[in-house]
């Protein structure tokens, strides 16, 4: 069964997984922007953000920080050591960077490239777009000066929504009132809509989820698998800007928006189905296929025998066949093998030894191994993970440990190294 993915609205397809630095500057809009932050997080994205000094005259780091479900950035926690780069790490942890409200005094100083706070240097820092909302008094914004500043901004590339027309907050009227939150959200999403994401160009096979193999029509052999990994890797790939195919065995999972998903039950289904969707350039085997299937499904429901004086129990020898091992198969040389074949491996001790065997028995290039021994992995939000890479020639594979984090973390991050692994836009095969 495939859909293909309709889960939320055009801006949470934007949005989801989308990483916003909000810098908010000092003017009576900042409220707007607690809604702005409620709105993106909403639609998926995670938002950071910068208040400045004048900011915090207006809305105060708590209200922030609560809405925005992490540590609010200000110019105090700047003299912290953590933070001495954090005009660094910010802009490049970011997809867009979003000045709202954008006062006349902020925008002079991006003009001049003046890094006298952490928004100025943090914006100075940033290699990402910029959006700016501006808000101020008319008379400001009509001042020559602003007007320069903005087509010198303009000039380098920074976009602007608003200011509208309408009734200011000193009883005046006329241009300067801050867009609103909708109207920001959609040129947020414009400005990340004109920008290639890293994996764009790039057709990418996820397997999520369990199989089920029937052993007649109401009874089935399967594992507890959630495919939330698998899910996740998924619509991490298709924020990215990837082509993607999702065949996922039975989960309550939802099909992620903007994916391909080719729903199936069995191993034989799945295999069939990611035949289907060669060629790939990249295939992430996440699903927990059985090993095994009943030999022989019974088209009818196995009956129980009748117990009855002297009968002892009767038992039931279940045939097993071994299933087709997916990974393997994708992996195997040939015109049709993905560029880049990633499996996982569930091990509760010598994780790395146990997955470096398994990247060699499978031949695929990396392994993604959970290590399921410090607490549940099925069903859980989290995920703590080795990643195996295969070294050049007989050479041991690299070993990165990942801090325990989120699943959708694990998939972001994912995404971040096939995209440092592979550069996008090759034609596919
Ligand atoms: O052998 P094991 O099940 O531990 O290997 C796990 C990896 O192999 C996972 O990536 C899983 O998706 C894949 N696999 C597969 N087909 C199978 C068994 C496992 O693709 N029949």
Redesign the pocket.
């Known amino acids: 069964m495939r859909d293909a993915g309709s889960e939320g609205g055009a801006d949470a397809v934007a949005l989801r997984g989308r990483r916003i630095l909000l810098v908010i500057a000092g003017g009576i809009a900042a409220y707007k922007c607690l809604d702005l932050i409620r709105r993106l997080r909403e639609n998926g994205a995670h938002v950071r953000c910068i208040l400045t000094a004048a900011g915090a005259a207006f809305v105060t780091p708590l209200s922030v920080e609560t809405l925005a479900g992490q540590a609010v950035y200000t110019d105090t926690l700047a003299l912290t050591g953590e933070s001495e780069i954090a005009h660094i790490k910010l802009g490049q942890e970011a997809d867009i960077v979003v000045v709202a409200p954008a006062t006349a005094d902020i925008m002079a100083r991006m003009t001049h490239g003046i890094a006298d706070d952490l928004a100025t240097s943090t914006l100075i820092a940033a290699d990402k777009p910029v959006l700016v909302a501006s808000a101020m008094n008319t008379r400001m914004w009509q001042h020559p000066a602003t007007e320069r500043n903005r087509a010198r901004l303009e000039a380098d590339g920074v976009s602007f929504v608003g200011p509208n027309d309408g009734p200011l907050a000193e009883g005046e009227s006329g241009p300067g009132r801050m867009a609103e939150v909708p109207e920001i959200v959609a040129a947020i999403v414009d400005v990340l809509d004109a920008q290639p994401g890293p994996l764009a160009g790039l057709r990418v096979l996820v ?1 999520s989820g369990p199989t089920y193999e029937p052993i007649d029509p109401v009874r089935f052999l399967g594992n507890r698998s959630s495919g939330k990994q698998g899910h996740a890797i998924a619509a991490a790939c298709a924020d990215a800007g990837a082509d993607v195919v999702l065949v996922s065995g039975p989960t309550a999972e939802a099909a992620p928006a903007g994916v391909e998903t080719v729903r199936v039950e069995t ?1 034989a289904e799945m295999l069939a189905a990611c035949e289907e969707g060669l060629p790939a350039d990249i295939a992430i ?3 927990a ?1 059985s ?1 095994w299937r009943a030999a022989a499904p019974q088209d009818q429901k196995i009956k129980k025998p009748r117990r009855g004086k002297g009968r002892g129990d009767a038992g039931l020898t279940l045939e097993l066949a071994e ?5 393997a198969t994708l992996s195997t040389p040939g015109p049709k093998r993905p560029r880049l074949v990633i ?4 091990e509760t001790e010598d994780v790395e030894a146990n997955a470096a065997a ?1 990247l060699a028995a ?1 031949g695929c290039d990396w392994i993604l191994a959970n290590k399921v021994a410090e607490g549940a992995v099925f069903g859980d939000d989290e995920n703590l993970v080795h990643l195996l890479t295969r070294g050049a020639g007989d050479g041991a594979p690299g070993v990165e440990q990942w801090l325990r984090m989120s699943k959708a973390e694990v998939a972001a991050r994912l995404v971040q190294r096939i995209a440092d692994a592979l550069p996008s836009g090759t034609e596919t095969a």
């Open positions: 397997t191993a085997c996440a699903a296929v090993d299933n087709p091992d997916i990974l499996g996982f491996a569930a398994k499978k």
